[in-house]
């Protein structure tokens, strides 16, 4: 859908939720996951994914910069998804076996992730409601990391705010999740 249009549509279909918004069904999220993965994406997950919103107009990691160089010294991929089709999301997160990501809309992708791979979610440090993605992570039997970070602008929305990461300490929990593999 294009932005600033107007669609007039003939039918629209409505699926009711069939649970409390932010907490999933496991057994559906599980059997979702499986429809996802049988595209014949592969098993293999090896790939180190950060989720960059570089081209968003919100909700970005002001110093995300810095944030990529430390990412980088530990060979992630650094990826830009509206710049890839669904089959080449598919095709890249069901390879990874560490996902990072701002949150936002990026994360759903961990659908495509094998269980125990890790998820790590940079949040907005005021932002106690909106737990969805810990919640899809649990359904999905992955390992969730979260990291909050300070608004840009003190008292800004947080859907709508540009953050600042701490780097020491990102860099921490990241060697952190890393150690853990081991």
Request: overall charge negative; some cysteine.
């Amino acid at each position: 859908m294009e932005k600033f249009s107007l669609y007039k549509l003939k039918h629209i279909f409505f699926v009711s939720h069939f649970s409390i918004i932010g907490n999933y069904h496991d057994e559906i999220i599980q059997r979702t996951r499986m429809v996802l993965r049988s595209a014949g994406v592969g098993t293999e997950n090896n790939e180190l994914i950060y989720i960059s919103r570089d081209k968003a107009e919100r909700r970005k990691i002001a110093n995300e910069e810095e944030l990529v160089k430390i990412l980088k010294a530990h060979d992630f991929k650094i990826i830009l998804c509206e710049e890839l089709s669904f089959y080449e999301q598919a095709a890249i997160f069901s390879h990874a076996k560490i996902l990072i990501s701002i949150h936002g809309a990026g994360l759903a992708n961990m659908m495509f992730m094998e269980h125990e791979s890790k998820v790590l979610e940079i949040r907005y440090k005021n932002d106690f409601q909106n737990n969805c993605y810990f919640s899809l992570a649990s359904a999905l039997q992955l390992k969730y990391y979260y990291f909050l970070a300070d608004p840009v602008y003190v008292g800004e929305d947080p859907y709508s705010a540009n953050i600042t990461v701490d780097i020491p300490r990102i860099r921490l929990l990241i060697d952190s999740i890393f150690n853990d593999e081991q």
